[in-house]
C-alpha cells in the first residue's frame, strides 16, 4: 500500500457521526490519525448527507475531506443507511476492532458508554465471546449525563470532576433520576456530593451487568468515558483494572478505519 492512500472510517451514533481520517504509517505497523472529528448527527444528515438509491451518500468535499481510498462505516441500530462508495461493518465489530488497536490488548471487556446506548463485549484471544447491549434506556448513557448536568448548571467536564460523597440517589429511569435530583437540590446538599452522586448513579446501573463478564481488565469507551469520576467510580466498583484510551469517543470510527486497512 502506497503512503498516499488514505482510510476514512464513519461511525453514524445516535447523537453524533464521528469521523476518522487515518493513513498506513510510512514506517512500521498501524495507523496514523490524520483528522478526527465529531458532527451531531441532525446536522450531519442534514447538512452533508442525502440518500440515494437506498444508500446514503455524503459530500465529502462540503466536509474538508479528502478523496480517500477505502470508506468504511458503522452506525447505531438497524435503520442506518449503508454509505455509498464503501463497505459496512456491524457496530460490535467495529468497537472490538478500535479498542484492540488503541490498546494492544487481546483478552479484555469492552465498556462502551454512548450517547444514548450502552454497549459490554467480551473479548478472549481478539475475539468477541460475548455481549450484552441496551439501547432502551438512556439511564447509563452521555444524555443522562448531558440532562443532569444542565439541571446542576454545570460543564460535563466539571461534572467529571467529583466523585467522593456521592449523595444517594436510587432511581433506575433517567427521567426519574432528573426529578430526584432536583429534590435533593432542594434539600441542600452541596454541589460536590450531587454531581458526585450522579456520576455514581451511572457507575451503579453497570455494574450488575458486569458480573457476568470474567477478566481483570475494562476497557472504557464512549463520550462517558471522558468523565474522568464514572471511570474512577468503575474501577473501585468492579475491582477490575480500568484502561481508557487515548480517543475513546472516536473507538468505532478508528475500528472502521482497521477493517478498512486489512482490505486493501
Known amino acids: 500500500m502506497s503512503e498516499q492512500q488514505t482510510i476514512c472510517g464513519i461511525d453514524l451514533g445516535s447523537r453524533s457521526v464521528k469521523i ?14 490524520l483528522r478526527l472529528e465529531s458532527l451531531d448527527t441532525i446536522r450531519f444528515y442534514r447538512e452533508y448527507g442525502r440518500k440515494q438509491g437506498g444508500k446514503l451518500a455524503v459530500n465529502f468535499e462540503a466536509l474538508g475531506l479528502p478523496v480517500v481510498d477505502r470508506l468504511v462505516s458503522t452506525g447505531y441500530g438497524r435503520n442506518t443507511l ?13 468497537h472490538v476492532l478500535g479498542a484492540i488497536y488503541q490498546t494492544g490488548l487481546k483478552d479484555f471487556t469492552l465498556v462502551d458508554l454512548g450517547g444514548q446506548d450502552s454497549k459490554i463485549i467480551q473479548i478472549r484471544n481478539g475475539k468477541m465471546i460475548d455481549f450484552m447491549t441496551n439501547d432502551k434506556c438512556a439511564a447509563s448513557s452521555g444524555r443522562y449525563l448531558e440532562n443532569m448536568a444542565s439541571i446542576l448548571d454545570v460543564s460535563l467536564e466539571e461534572l467529571g470532576q467529583y466523585a467522593d460523597t456521592p449523595v444517594e440517589l436510587s432511581s433506575t429511569c433517567a427521567v426519574f433520576g432528573e ?21 455514581a448513579t451511572i457507575v451503579k446501573r453497570i455494574l450488575p451487568l458486569l458480573r457476568s463478564f470474567a477478566g481483570e481488565v475494562l476497557v472504557f469507551t464512549g463520550g462517558v468515558a471522558h468523565n474522568r469520576s464514572v471511570g474512577k467510580l468503575l474501577e473501585a466498583g468492579s475491582g477490575k483494572r480500568i484502561i481508557i484510551p487515548q480517543e475513546p469517543q472516536f473507538n468505532g470510527a478508528i475500528g472502521c478505519c482497521v477493517e478498512g486497512l486489512n482490505h486493501i
Open 82 to 94: 449503508e454509505l455509498a462508495g464503501g463497505d459496512a461493518i456491524p457496530e460490535l465489530k467495529a
Open 179 to 199: 426529578s430526584e435530583l432536583i429534590g435533593k437540590i432542594v434539600e441542600g446538599f452541596p454541589l460536590a456530593e450531587l454531581a458526585a452522586g450522579v456520576n
Open 20 to 33: 476518522a481520517l487515518m493513513r498506513q504509517r510510512i514506517e512500521g505497523e498501524g495507523l496514523e490519525i
